[in-house]
């Protein structure tokens, strides 16, 4: 069947165009009446264009211009500009703190035929995989594998090793860290909050006084951000684990790292982490879709005892399959591929190379934002992010406004200032597939928004960018400037 480029087609969407996927092919719509209120969802009318629908023949026409097919329709949904974006020539900059760009290969290797996940293929693949992934968390540790977004893993790391009412102590660096306690919450604990001034990361002081404090031994965990994601912060794991020991306290040490993971120096064993949090799409090159628990000897025996209600997210069942190189329901089984060639490539440029290159472009980015006169959120060198950098918006002026600027102007997506943070900052992702002149071109697309917005600004960010990436050990010496 072929559609024609004036076919109407009606469906109920909050949003002026859509992808639409029919049976494995994708077809772009635009809205044809642009005034419609985007928030409410209302009949619309769509042009299909051009495309040729020849596999559609179960989808008969006279279903999709009747509504019929709407809920699917709708399901595959996309907001608006990203597919009015479509038609701007050259490749978006996806420049947000992740998701990430995924690189060609990882996206080749995705797109396979799906495949028996309990056939003897599977098996090598999930090995290569299971094993893979323990050399990125830096543990000699089983690794779980979740077919969930980073929260699911978030979730996992608490319900596996606590108790209803268990107290657990949380830093709030920045948003992620409020909504991992928000999470703690809702399942039944008992987080007891360390108030940050989204700035900086841990005060690894604070956390020893509390530990000390507790004499009764009530608090049975510790839960840390390492990359705080919504304010550009990272906390010192190691300082961390010191102070838990110097308070001679027996709490677990659970870390997220989903921005941080495959970007900047982590070590599950050595830094004495009991759960490691980690999700696929940020460092680690993959689409979302894949998370992660690394998890400790003592985590193991806590999860025995752990009286949380669990199921979906046991370790005790994905361990005991996965031993035998199989999950113990459907696993993810094409971002498996895209794992495994993640994982080969980043061990390919060298994870200490990676982690310097994610230096070196955080200390550029930082040059540049100096150079234009603005501020970089966090305000201690000690804790400055690799993979990303939150700039203030001067006074007076929306980051909301400007990114938008960007985004319409130069197809170059950046990060929102999320919750307390919201509209007055705008974060660069320099994280995952990205080399030099992949940063060169976001920041000359920050410092042309700044001018088409009207921000106030000095020029020459980029060529203070350029000078850092020029300078013969860009990374080391400069890294904390
Ligand atoms: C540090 C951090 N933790 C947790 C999350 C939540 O992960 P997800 O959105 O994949 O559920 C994010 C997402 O960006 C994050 O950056």
Redesign the pocket.
């Known amino acids: 069947m072929r559609f024609d480029k004036a076919t109407p087609l009606i469906a109920r969407f909050k949003c002026r165009a859509a992808m639409i996927v029919f049976r494995g092919l994708t077809v772009h719509a635009a809205l044809q009446q642009k005034n419609t209120d985007v928030d409410k969802p209302t009949p619309i009318v769509f042009k299909i264009h051009n495309y040729d629908l020849g596999a559609m023949t179960s989808a008969p026409y006279h279903d999709v211009a009747l509504g019929r097919m709407a809920p699917a329709i709708t399901c595959n949904c996309f907001m608006s500009e990203a597919r009015e974006r479509m038609h701007m020539p050259g490749r978006h900059f996806l420049q947000i ?2 998701p990430t760009n995924v690189p060609d290969r990882v996206l080749r290797a995705i797109d396979m035929p799906t495949m028996d996940h309990r056939g003897p293929r599977f098996a090598e693949l999930s090995h290569k995989a299971l094993e893979g992934i323990k050399g990125i968390f830096k543990t000699g540790q089983p690794v779980i594998i979740f077919p ?5 893993a ?1 979730e996992a790391a608490l319900v596996n090793t606590l108790s209803p009412g268990d107290r657990v102590l949380m830093y709030e660096t920045g948003h ?1 860290a409020s ?2 306690r928000a999470l703690a919450q809702r399942i039944g604990l008992a987080p007891e909050v360390i108030e940050g001034d989204w700035r900086s990361g841990v005060d690894c002081g604070k956390i020893e006084d509390r530990l000390t404090a507790d004499k009764a031994h009530e608090i049975k965990a510790v839960c840390v ?1 390492h ?4 304010t550009g912060c990272k906390s010192e794991i190691a300082e961390v684990r010191r102070a838990i020991d110097a308070a001679g306290h027996p709490a677990l040490l659970l870390v ?1 790292t ?2 941080s993971l495959g970007s900047m120096d982590y070590r599950h064993d050595e830094w004495g982490v009991d759960v490691t ?1 980690g ?1 696929s ?2 460092g680690l090159l993959l689409p ?1 879709g894949l ?1 992660f628990n690394a998890v400790s000897e003592k985590a193991v025996e806590a999860s025995k005892r752990a009286g949380l209600t669990r199921s979906y997210w046991a370790w005790d069942e994905m361990i005991a399959a996965n031993e035998k190189a199989v999950f113990p329901y459907t696993p993810a089984t094409n971002l498996l591929y895209g794992l495994v060639v993640a994982i080969d490539m980043l061990n390919a440029e060298g994870l200490d190379n990676v982690f310097a290159r994610h230096t070196r472009h955080a200390a550029a980015t930082r040059a540049a934002v100096r150079a234009w006169g603005l501020d970089v959120l966090c305000a201690n060198p000690k804790h400055y992010s690799s993979s990303l950098t939150a700039v203030l918006i001067p006074e007076g002026h929306s980051a909301d406004k400007f990114r938008k600027t960007v985004l319409e102007n130069y197809n170059m997506s950046l990060g929102n200032g999320l919750s307390r943070l919201a509209d007055k900052v705008f974060r660069i992702g320099h994280l995952g597939d990205f080399n030099d002149l992949m940063l060169m071109g976001t920041l000359s697309g920050v410092e042309l928004g700044l001018r088409k917005a009207a921000v106030p600004h000095e020029a020459g960010g980029t060529l203070a960018a350029i000078d850092v990436l020029a300078s013969e050990n860009g990374g080391a010496a400069i890294a904390a400037q």
């Open positions: 703190p992740g969930s977004s980073g929260t699911g978030w992620f909504l991992w951000v990359n705080e994601t919504s997220d989903i921005s949090v999700g799409q940020k979302p998370s």
